[in-house]
């Protein structure tokens, strides 16, 4: 059985336990589905942030309001759907962002685990070990410049951001469009990078793992 992937990738406040969650993104078959934090403010119409990419951007105004819209997503979407989650250091073996990120806030905020029964494989150790990403002597295994060498920069045009450090300040000036900008043309890097690593590596290479909480008997 071949498992369909589904990228995702999120932005924050920034990396401490305490900063919040401002955007998660998913590829779809059909696009990319974005929820957007808006922290309690007003935000307008958040239209034509993909270019030619079908983008459906929903605005939630807490971190509490996105993740729960998030949940409701992943248990419609994923549950009983044969899907692989992945997503650029996402987890990896002693690393990775995003999961152990959203593992503390929805802990924090008292929410459900949504991934239960959803496989997860990580894109970034397969770029790193199995493709050459070496210019000028010097190896490029993060997102943008791994994307750029490997898949030719594509979503270059779409991203307003030279740094992802800049979705930090987008948040606090509450310019929401580009911040879901960003995140598409993150998603979309992950998604061709994931195609990437499919076409080119063998399915055992994909370390797929599960992310069930471990159950205990209390």
């Not at 496989?119 to 990403?133: E, G, I, M, S, W």
Request: glycine share 8%.
């Amino acid at each position: 059985m071949t498992l369909r992937q589904v990228p995702f990738d999120i932005e924050t406040t920034g990396f401490d336990a305490g900063d919040v969650v401002t955007v998660v993104g998913f590829a779809v078959p059909l696009g990319v589905r974005v929820f957007v934090n808006t922290g309690g403010r007003a935000a307008p119409s958040i239209d034509e942030v993909g270019g030619d990419v079908v983008v459906k951007v929903s605005t939630h105004s807490s971190e509490h309001g996105l993740l729960a819209a998030v949940a409701e997503f992943v248990q419609g979407r994923f549950r009983d759907a044969d899907v692989l989650l992945v997503a650029y250091n996402g987890e990896r073996w002693r690393g990775g962002f995003d999961l152990p990120f959203l593992r503390t806030r929805f802990a924090r905020l008292d929410l459900p685990w949504p991934f239960t029964d959803v496989p997860y494989a990580d894109v970034l150790p397969l770029v790193t070990k199995r493709f050459n990403t070496t210019v000028d002597g010097d190896a490029h295994n993060d997102l943008d410049t791994a994307y750029d060498v490997l898949c030719g920069g594509e979503y270059g045009e779409l991203d307003p951001f030279a740094e992802s450090a800049e979705a930090v300040t987008a948040f606090e000036e509450a310019r929401f469009a580009a911040l879901a900008a960003h995140n598409v043309a993150d998603v979309l890097r992950t998604r061709d990078l994931g195609r990437l690593a499919e076409r080119y590596c063998a399915k055992s290479e994909f370390d797929v793992k599960s992310l069930t909480p471990t159950q205990t008997d209390g």
